[in-house]
């Protein structure tokens, strides 16, 4: 289509004049004539006024005639033609609208892009888009300037310029131009210019790139030292044929080495275009990458040229192979083999063999059509029969002159970022639902707090032979089997309350043998071995000893046959973790304890999920599935690691690894406990008991009282603060961590302002730790949830005891 101009100088250079200019000027003369006798009241001045008027019209008649040029200039419009041209010269779809909206001028570009010259904004069947253009137009109307980006047009994405323009910026300048996106000339180019290419000359392969006019664009050092003389020689932009010959047998050469030059083998890869979709023609006339390579001596067909090419694609990083016409795999290097998950000296029969079923046919589809026919190259996205949840891409490019080679496929590694991938999204995942699991154990302790109280309560009315009494006792049984369900839950989402110690992890070892030959059984062989000189840990050791029951009683239960448990302590140093190259474990030295059985093994797909809480494997009633989610949540706030490692038919094993405790007093042996002595519960003085949840309020009320103490209540922290500020004097503060309004660490902050020596005893669902590091107060006791009135009553009688002796 040629270039539209849809107003020109020439229409409005059309002739002015018109049949009713004679009677107009007559008219106008005779108006000057009656005008001037009136006023002056004198004929003769008046006929020789209109005479006057008369032949100055005629005058500029005769000019108009004498000097059209100077006329037409001095009433021409711009002159659009000047501008259609500049737009032709440019990369740009422009156009020009007045302010009436209509278009006056657009290039052939416009045209191509926007076909049937539609008037900006409505370029687009798209209403929004329509919409935001024409928004851009007012605000160019209005500030001069005005930009929108991504605008789709088939294959395009433009960027829209809209600015005032002419003399007096009466009309809109569209401008239209491509977004440059990174397409695989760019990676070329690096790989040519980069070490890449370097590493490809040292191969004696000489590479270059160049575009589909002919002009070189990039090329290695092998190329420039060869075909310019020097490695740093700037020959692009330069024809490459211009650096080579062809002799009469048709042999390629360098056309530097006039003389005794070696023939060259010459590999074309075509370059797909960023706008070019995967199996479009005309690859030929695109830009394309060379690979030139010497030609042996006395070698007249293809299989030693072959046989260089499969020498350059094992050296590169690449995952590369090559198929026939026929589509049978003949060549496929390291990084192929790793990224199709292939073990190590296995080689597919066909590319097909590599993916899913469902992706079979595509792939031998594309491979017969990348065959034959013109040189092209693209992209499939296929399902490895390895991965089957992660699609990937398959590249494939048709090549010629190898021989029995026709395909190049390209398959990228991507199972270290996959792996990766995995490893974020579980420990994601793990996080929420500790944080659901969390909440849930906290609000059932609470419950859980209730019953107990009133159980306690109930107990001290009655004596062992009441009728009700074994009843009651029953109800506080299953009650405390729930609280240690709380407690799992806690501990898998590490908000449990630890005790933690320095200890050596041989000791717990052998502290919780004697427990585990009881419940391995008779058919399970129990074997234990310690490394020397390990460092102390600093974790709670009755924690850990139920993270190895736990580990040992899954062992047994994949061992229904009967088998070995091995227990093993050994010291990992930092350099041995670097040398790892775990990504979630950090360089650092650990005391490590393996647990492996001689079992089933646990499935690929099942090895994912087995820290998930309530998950399990085993008949219904025979597990709750927190048990290795316990496990999980302990060594976690212990500041540790747990890796599962399992193979089908060969057992499993869990590695901990807890860091070796650095301070000053690492060699002290824990102390320890001395005999608690049962001092009386009895108490006297004022308490104010802060809880927002009514049944435990009550239940903490009546049991306080019963102890001797006077209560005071509040619902949450402002009514607290009212009671503490009244006429009472309080004794000691027992408040609840989380509650709505003024939660109890704020309340206590400002109550202490004004009774800098209360006692405070909190009471939570929560870790101890964790509330030590967000609650930051000094001097506050802890009572975790749930709690019996006896255990209630002596952290009230211990919390009293720390405040300060008056006088």
Same mark, same amino acid.
């Given at each position: 289509?040629?270039?539209?101009?849809?107003?020109?100088?020439?229409?409005?250079?059309?002739?002015?004049?018109?049949?009713?200019?004679?009677?107009?000027?007559?008219?106008?003369?005779?108006?000057?004539?009656?005008?001037?006798?009136?006023?002056?009241?004198?004929?003769?001045?008046?006929?020789?006024?209109?005479?006057?008027?008369?032949?100055?019209?005629?005058?500029?008649?005769?000019?108009?005639?004498?000097?059209?040029?100077?006329?037409?200039?001095?009433?021409?419009?711009?002159?659009?033609?000047?501008?259609?041209?500049?737009?032709?010269?440019?990369?740009?779809?422009?156009?020009?609208?007045?302010?009436?909206?209509?278009?006056?001028?657009?290039?052939?570009?416009?045209?191509?892009?926007?076909?049937?010259?539609?008037?900006?904004?409505?370029?687009?069947?798209?209403?929004?888009?329509?919409?935001?253009?024409?928004?851009?137009?007012?605000?160019?109307?209005?500030?001069?300037?005005?930009?929108?980006?991504?605008?789709?047009?088939?294959?395009?994405?433009?960027?829209?310029?809209?600015?005032?323009?002419?003399?007096?910026?009466?009309?809109?300048?569209?401008?239209?131009?491509?977004?440059?996106?990174?397409?695989?000339?760019?990676?070329?180019?690096?790989?040519?210019?980069?070490?890449?290419?370097?590493?490809?000359?040292?191969?004696?392969?000489?590479?270059?790139?160049?575009?589909g006019e002919g002009r070189i664009r990039a090329a290695n050092g092998a190329f420039l030292l060869r075909a310019a003389g020097r490695i740093d020689a700037n020959i692009t932009g330069r024809d490459f044929a211009a650096h080579m010959r062809v002799d009469d047998k048709a042999r390629l050469f360098l056309a530097r080495e006039e003389s005794g030059g070696i023939p060259l083998r010459l590999l074309q890869v075509p370059l797909k275009r960023a706008t070019?979709?995967?199996?479009?023609?005309?690859?030929?006339?695109?830009?394309?990458?060379?690979?030139?390579?010497?030609?042996?001596?006395?070698?007249?067909?293809?299989?030693?040229?072959?046989?260089?090419?499969?020498?350059?694609?094992?050296?590169?990083?690449?995952?590369?192979?090559?198929?026939?016409?026929?589509?049978?795999?003949?060549?496929?290097?390291?990084?192929?083999?790793?990224?199709?998950?292939?073990?190590?000296?296995?080689?597919?029969?066909?590319?097909?063999?590599?993916?899913?079923?469902?992706?079979?046919?595509?792939?031998?589809?594309?491979?017969?059509?990348?065959?034959?026919?013109?040189?092209?190259?693209?992209?499939?996205?296929?399902?490895?029969?390895?991965? *089957? &949840?992660?699609?990937?891409?398959? %590249?494939?490019?048709?090549? /010629?002159? +190898? #021989? $029995?080679?026709?395909? =190049?496929?390209?398959?990228?590694?991507?199972?270290?970022?996959?792996?990766?991938?995995?490893?974020?999204?579980?420990?994601?995942?793990?996080?929420?639902?500790?944080?659901?699991?969390?909440?849930?154990?906290?609000?059932?302790?609470?419950?859980?707090?209730?019953?107990?109280?009133?159980?306690?309560?109930?107990?001290?009315?009655?004596?062992?032979?009441?009728?009700?009494?074994?009843?009651?006792?029953?109800?506080?049984?299953?009650?405390?089997?729930?609280?240690?369900?709380?407690?799992?839950?806690?501990?898998?989402?590490?908000?449990?309350?630890?005790?933690?110690?320095?200890?050596?992890? *041989? &000791?717990?070892?052998?502290?919780? %043998?004697?427990?585990?030959? /009881?419940? +391995? #059984? $008779?058919?399970?062989? =129990?074997?234990?071995?310690?490394?020397?000189?390990?460092?102390?840990?600093?974790?709670?050791?009755?924690?850990?000893?139920?993270?190895?029951?736990?580990?040992?009683?899954?062992?047994?239960?994949?061992?229904?046959?009967?088998?070995?448990?091995?227990?093993?302590?050994?010291?990992?140093?930092?350099?041995?973790?670097?040398?790892?190259?775990?990504?979630?474990?950090?360089?650092?030295?650990?005391?490590?304890?393996?647990?492996?059985?001689?079992?089933?093994?646990?499935?690929?797909?099942?090895?994912?999920?087995?820290?998930?809480?309530?998950?399990?494997?085993?008949?219904?009633?025979?597990?709750?599935?927190?048990?290795?989610?316990?496990?999980?949540?302990?060594?976690?706030?212990? #500041?540790?690691?747990?890796?599962?490692?399992?193979?089908?038919?060969?057992?499993?094993?869990?590695?901990?690894?807890?860091?070796?405790?650095?301070g000053a007093d690492a060699e002290q042996a824990a102390q320890p406990k001395a005999p608690v002595r049962r001092a009386e519960i009895w108490g006297t003085g004022t308490v104010l008991l802060v809880e927002d949840e009514d049944m435990v309020r009550a239940v903490a009320e009546r049991a306080l009282t019963r102890q001797g103490y006077k209560v005071l209540t509040a619902n949450d922290g402002e009514q607290g603060l009212e009671v503490l500020n009244g006429d009472e004097k309080i004794d000691l503060l027992i408040s609840d961590v989380v509650m709505p309004n003024m939660d109890g660490p704020a309340m206590v902050a400002r109550a202490r302002a004004s009774h800098p020596d209360l006692p405070v005893l909190f009471m939570s669902g929560y870790a101890e730790e964790q509330l030590r590091k967000s609650i930051d107060i000094a001097n506050v006791?802890?009572?975790?949830?749930?709690?019996?009135?006896?255990?209630?009553?002596?952290?009230?009688?211990?919390?009293?005891?720390?405040?300060?002796?008056?006088?």
């Amino acid at each position: 289509m040629s270039a539209r101009v849809i107003r020109d100088g020439d229409a409005w250079a059309a002739d002015r004049s018109s049949p009713l200019a004679l009677p107009l000027l007559l008219l106008l003369a005779l108006m000057s004539t009656g005008l001037v006798v009136y006023a002056a009241g004198n004929w003769a001045l008046g006929a020789g006024f209109g005479a006057a008027v008369l032949a100055g019209a005629a005058l500029l008649g005769w000019y108009r005639t004498l000097y059209p040029e100077q006329v037409a200039a001095g009433e021409a419009v711009p002159d659009w033609t000047v501008a259609r041209a500049a737009a032709d010269a440019s990369n740009m779809a422009i156009a020009v609208t007045d302010r009436g909206g209509r278009l006056v001028c657009a290039s052939d570009l416009f045209g191509e892009w926007f076909p049937g010259f539609p008037t900006p904004p409505h370029i687009t069947s798209d209403a929004a888009l329509a919409d935001t253009l024409a928004n851009a137009a007012r605000a160019a109307w209005r500030d001069g300037e005005a930009r929108v980006e991504g605008i789709v047009q088939g294959a395009l994405r433009l960027d829209a310029f809209i600015g005032r323009t002419g003399r007096s910026e009466d009309y809109l300048l569209w401008r239209f131009s491509p977004v440059r996106q990174p397409s695989a000339l760019d990676d070329v180019h690096r790989l040519l210019t980069g070490e890449a290419g370097r590493q490809l000359g040292e191969a004696g392969i000489m590479a270059v790139m160049i575009g589909g006019e002919g002009r070189i664009r990039a090329a290695n050092g092998a190329f420039l030292l060869r075909a310019a003389g020097r490695i740093d020689a700037n020959i692009t932009g330069r024809d490459f044929a211009a650096h080579m010959r062809v002799d009469d047998k048709a042999r390629l050469f360098l056309a530097r080495e006039e003389s005794g030059g070696i023939p060259l083998r010459l590999l074309q890869v075509p370059l797909k275009r960023a706008t070019q979709s995967v199996g479009q023609s005309g690859a030929q006339d695109g830009p394309m990458l060379l690979l030139l390579i010497d030609e042996p001596a006395g070698n007249a067909g293809g299989t030693s040229a072959l046989s260089y090419i499969e020498t350059l694609l094992s050296l590169l990083p690449f995952g590369l192979a090559m198929a026939d016409r026929d589509g049978r795999v003949l060549f496929l290097n390291k990084a192929f083999s790793r990224a199709a998950g292939l073990k190590e000296a296995e080689k597919p029969s066909y590319p097909g063999d590599l993916v899913v079923r469902e992706d079979q046919a595509a792939v031998a589809d594309a491979v017969r059509r990348f065959a034959v026919g013109p040189q092209m190259s693209g992209d499939v996205a296929v399902r490895m029969r390895e991965q *089957p &949840d992660e699609p990937i891409a398959l %590249s494939l490019a048709g090549v /010629r002159g +190898l #021989g $029995e080679a026709a395909v =190049l496929l390209s398959l990228k590694d991507n199972s270290e970022e996959s792996k990766l991938k995995r490893q974020v999204a579980q420990a994601t995942k793990m996080q929420a639902i500790g944080q659901l699991a969390g909440g849930v154990a906290h609000d059932f302790n609470n419950i859980l707090t209730a019953i107990i109280g009133h159980c306690d309560l109930m107990l001290m009315r009655h004596t062992p032979g009441d009728s009700d009494y074994d009843d009651i006792q029953q109800i506080k049984s299953n009650s405390n089997r729930a609280a240690g369900l709380t407690r799992q839950l806690l501990a898998f989402s590490r908000q449990q309350t630890l005790r933690p110690q320095i200890l050596q992890l *041989p &000791d717990i070892v052998a502290d919780v %043998s004697n427990l585990l030959k /009881r419940l +391995l #059984g $008779e058919s399970v062989k =129990l074997e234990v071995s310690h490394g020397r000189n390990l460092g102390a840990v600093r974790a709670d050791p009755g924690q850990l000893e139920q993270v190895i029951v736990n580990l040992a009683v899954n062992a047994r239960d994949a061992m229904p046959e009967g088998g070995t448990l091995n227990i093993q302590t050994y010291g990992v140093p930092a350099a041995k973790v670097r040398e790892m190259r775990q990504d979630i474990l950090p360089p650092a030295d650990y005391t490590a304890v393996r647990v492996s059985d001689t079992g089933l093994g646990i499935p690929p797909d099942i090895l994912s999920k087995i820290f998930e809480p309530f998950f399990t494997t085993k008949e219904l009633g025979k597990g709750t599935g927190l048990g290795l989610s316990t496990v999980y949540g302990i060594v976690k706030q212990s #500041g540790g690691f747990i890796f599962a490692e399992s193979e089908l038919g060969r057992g499993a094993s869990f590695v901990i690894y807890l860091p070796v405790y650095q301070g000053a007093d690492a060699e002290q042996a824990a102390q320890p406990k001395a005999p608690v002595r049962r001092a009386e519960i009895w108490g006297t003085g004022t308490v104010l008991l802060v809880e927002d949840e009514d049944m435990v309020r009550a239940v903490a009320e009546r049991a306080l009282t019963r102890q001797g103490y006077k209560v005071l209540t509040a619902n949450d922290g402002e009514q607290g603060l009212e009671v503490l500020n009244g006429d009472e004097k309080i004794d000691l503060l027992i408040s609840d961590v989380v509650m709505p309004n003024m939660d109890g660490p704020a309340m206590v902050a400002r109550a202490r302002a004004s009774h800098p020596d209360l006692p405070v005893l909190f009471m939570s669902g929560y870790a101890e730790e964790q509330l030590r590091k967000s609650i930051d107060i000094a001097n506050v006791a802890f009572l975790p949830k749930p709690f019996s009135v006896s255990q209630l009553a002596e952290a009230a009688r211990d919390a009293l005891a720390m405040r300060p002796a008056s006088g």
